[in-house]
């Protein structure tokens, strides 16, 4: 055994060290990763042939969490880890983002990288490690990869840019980014943002780009100390390149007319290229159609997008017959369907999005079971389902795109909600038609309908997805990309915001080379897109509605002391079920700092009335004077205790019952369970008993006097050493010997 290890110094002084030849040495790549007690092992093996018939990259990225590696059971009846949660596949995207670009482009063998966190301190965030450690596993391993690439987070928080920043200070922060990166060119990003300028954003791209450096050169030092510098020969593609030019020669001319004619059918457009492709196939011998097929169409992939992107650069004509930067156009509408909280429709050219909004209780919070825990109280689910692209595919659950634009479209409204909101809230997106950038399309129908729902947003938000088509000389940037722009083109960049500045960002880059000029105007662009679309927005709800509707449950909110927050759950919950059945509110209660924080909701005013008055006399201090309503609990012979506030008995003697002399309770008329009117006329300081009376509530009948009371101090002298008399003598008889009396005759 011979490891190697590199260290790696982050700005603020801690450390990531690199250590590879110790742990799964026979993968073909494997590295482990430390960054104080977060330890990561990412592992890569890549088959030595490739598939039949297989023309792209088949990578798998699988990131997973251990639950022991933060010492807790993973939940369920299995005990096991189970399928990949949010976090492990946004995770794993962020990843593959980064390196699936970055192979040769004929290298088609099925490769895996597994990315493994096997501690967790819950101080440092173990995904801006993972591309790292997984380019890291590369870089020691023999298969053909043009990085290496690492990712970081960069976060600005009290107006510092902090590389790597811990949860505590990611929270603080109003710019927080994961950049993907080689040495020379930026190749993904994804992040949020507190409304922040395009020039903004370009520095922490400039500050995060600088540490990656630092990170991609001890990944070549690392290689080159492992002796894994020389990668392995393959031979995945077989060609035929007469075959490829008599493809460009008769296809090119014809598929260029198609890319020339500007027509906004997505349909006709691809049954016009598809038919030149087919015809070309029948025009081969019968005998060698099967044979070349399968190359035909790969060749005329090629042409296809050539032909695209000639014509944008040099005739500035896109596929639809739009301007670089003019945006397709749009129709909105809210409140579209009657039972959801909110709702909305967004339209723009071929995209289609229908969002709903439901406004609920805290019960309705999303509990993360994660390695490390949480809870989520802004909800955004993105559903993408075959039919939104004409196909005749049975639905299959949510995957990782359903995941992965969600969240995007999640952390671009997030922020914008109005603080102290005491709503759990939930957006569902439904994507019914689909021509590109339904993610951004979620963000407007997002809007739409939080403000139709009476959500008092900051400002409304509105997203767009920019594309660019470059041949290293000329470039054109294009503002509301369509699908077949985004797969032909070079970069996919999608930007929201409000008027005031950015709220989320998404990009990749399938080019080397992206200059920070091309990223500027990129952005500025993006900026007049996204002010239109807005424009578009306010036309159709210029502001929030002024209350929810009718069928929202309205919710109350209070805070009581911590001392309190147990009197208001009682024994198992007893107390605070009751309060709910009586009342038909639903009813929460948290600790907080600043004590007990309750959410009281119902869908109608007295219950939530009826709820309040139940908690209000449970935390309500008892007040000498005040007059209460209250149940007689249990009668003795000196009188009753009655239950004047909940779990709060006083003592109702039976002098206070009546200004009537009793012989005894029964000439009370008092029973168990009699609703009493009493009145509190003490609190014992010393013991907090309580004295309860009924005859204060009486007339005072005329010529009443009040009996006179013995002193209690009148009782004659106490003795020496405490007793009030002396013992007479004789009175006990003596002690028999070992302290026992003898007992008396008559007790047997």
């Known amino acids: 055994m011979n490891p190697i290890k590199k260290t790696i110094a982050l700005p603020d002084g801690r450390t990531i060290t690199l250590e590879t030849g110790k742990l799964a040495k026979q993968a073909d790549g494997a590295v482990e990763l430390r960054m104080g007690n977060t330890m990561l092992l990412a592992t890569v093996c890549s088959a030595k042939e490739a598939g039949e018939g297989v023309d792209f990259m088949p990578l798998t990225v699988e990131y997973k969490e251990k639950f022991s590696s933060n010492g807790r059971f993973p939940g369920g009846f299995t005990k096991r880890e189970g399928r990949a949660g949010d976090y492990e596949i946004l995770t794993s995207r962020l990843v593959d983002r980064a390196l699936r670009p ?16 096997y501690s967790a301190d819950g101080q440092d965030m173990p995904d801006a490690l993972a591309g790292l450690a997984a380019s890291a596993a590369m870089a020691v391993s023999d298969i053909p990869f043009n990085g290496p690439i690492s990712e970081v987070r960069v976060a600005r928080v009290d107006g510092e840019f902090v590389i790597n920043p811990t949860f505590e200070q990611c929270d603080r922060a109003d710019i927080e980014l994961m950049v993907g990166a080689t040495y020379e060119n930026i190749m993904m990003v994804e992040g949020e943002m ?53 493809v460009r020669e008769k296809c090119y001319d014809k598929a260029y007319a198609i890319a020339k004619a500007g027509c906004a059918d997505k349909h ?45 650069l040099d005739e500035g004509i896109r596929l639809d017959g739009r301007k670089t930067n003019e945006i397709r156009p749009i129709w909105c509408e809210t409140d579209y369907i009657p039972g959801p909280h909110g709702s909305a429709v967004f339209t723009r050219g071929e995209t289609q999005s229908l969002a709903t909004v439901t406004l609920g209780t805290k019960l309705d919070e999303k509990i993360l079971d994660d390695v490390l825990q949480g809870r989520e109280r802004f909800l955004l689910h993105y559903n993408f389902p075959p039919f939104s692209t004409g196909e005749a595919r049975a639905p299959r659950g949510v995957g990782r795109r359903e995941v992965g634009h969600g969240n995007l479209a999640h952390r671009a409204l997030k922020r914008m909600f109005p603080d102290n909101f005491p709503y759990v809230c939930r957006i569902v997106s439904d994507i019914l038609e689909s021509n590109g950038s339904s993610s951004m399309a979620t963000v407007c129908a997002g809007t739409l309908s939080l403000l139709d729902a009476g959500v008092q947003m900051k400002r409304p938000v509105s997203g767009i997805a920019m594309g660019l088509i470059s041949d290293g000389e000329k470039y054109a940037v294009l503002s509301d990309i369509l699908g077949d722009e985004d797969h032909l083109g070079d970069m996919d960049f999608k930007v929201t915001g409000t008027r005031k500045g950015i709220t989320a960002t998404q990009m990749d880059i399938k080019v080397d080379g992206l200059s920070y000029e091309i990223l500027e105007k990129a952005l500025n662009q993006a900026k007049e897109g996204r002010l239109h679309i807005l424009d578009k927005i306010e036309e159709t709800i210029p502001a929030p509605r002024e209350d929810y509707k009718p069928h929202v449950p309205r919710i109350v909110t209070m805070l009581i002391p911590k001392e309190l927050i147990g009197a208001v759950i009682g024994p198992g919950g007893k107390v605070i079920q ?4 009586a009342s038909g509110a639903t009813v929460s209660i948290d600790e907080i700092p600043e004590g007990g924080y309750i959410e009281v909701a119902a869908a109608n005013k007295p219950s939530i009335d009826k709820a309040l008055e139940m908690i209000n006399a449970i935390v309500e201090l008892p007040e000498e004077g005040k007059v209460y309503s209250g149940k007689v609990r249990s009668i003795l012979e000196f009188g009753a205790f009655v239950e004047f506030m909940p779990n709060r008995d006083g003592l109702l003697h039976i002098s206070e019952i009546s200004w009537d002399r009793l012989e005894n309770m029964e000439a009370s ?80």
Not at 287 to 305: F, G, M, Q, S, T
Not at 714 to 721: A, N, T, Y
Request: proline share 5%.
């Open 102 to 117: 970055l192979f040769p482009d004929n290298y088609h063998a099925d490769t895996i990288v597994q990315v493994t966190m």
């Open 194 to 246: 507190n409304e922040v300028s395009e020039t903004e954003l370009l520095d922490a791209l400039r500050v995060a780009h600088e540490a990656i450096k630092v990170q991609c050169k001890a990944q070549m030092e690392l290689a080159e100390e492992a002796g894994a510098t020389v990668k392995r020969e393959y031979c995945h593609e077989v060609n035929d390149e007469d075959l490829r030019n008599d």
């Open 268 to 312: 006709w457009r691809q049954e016009s290229f598809d038919a030149i492709c087919d015809e070309y196939i029948e025009s081969l011998p019968e005998e060698e159609r099967e044979e070349k097929a399968p190359l035909v169409k790969r060749y005329y992939h090629d042409v296809e997008k050539e032909a695209m992107r000639r014509c944008v």
């Open 578 to 581: 009751g309060i709910q059945e």
């Open 669 to 748: 008329g008092l029973k168990e369970g009699d609703e009493v009117q009493v009145k509190l006329i003490e609190i014992d300081k010393k013991t907090g008993k309580y004295r309860l009376s009924m005859r204060a509530l009486q007339p005072k009948p005329e010529g009443y006097v009040e009996r006179e009371r013995a002193p209690r101090g009148d009782r004659g002298p106490r003795r020496e050493g405490g007793d009030r008399r002396p013992r007479r003598e004789g009175d006990r008889g003596p002690r028999r010997e070992g302290g026992d009396r003898p007992r008396r005759e008559n007790r047997e």
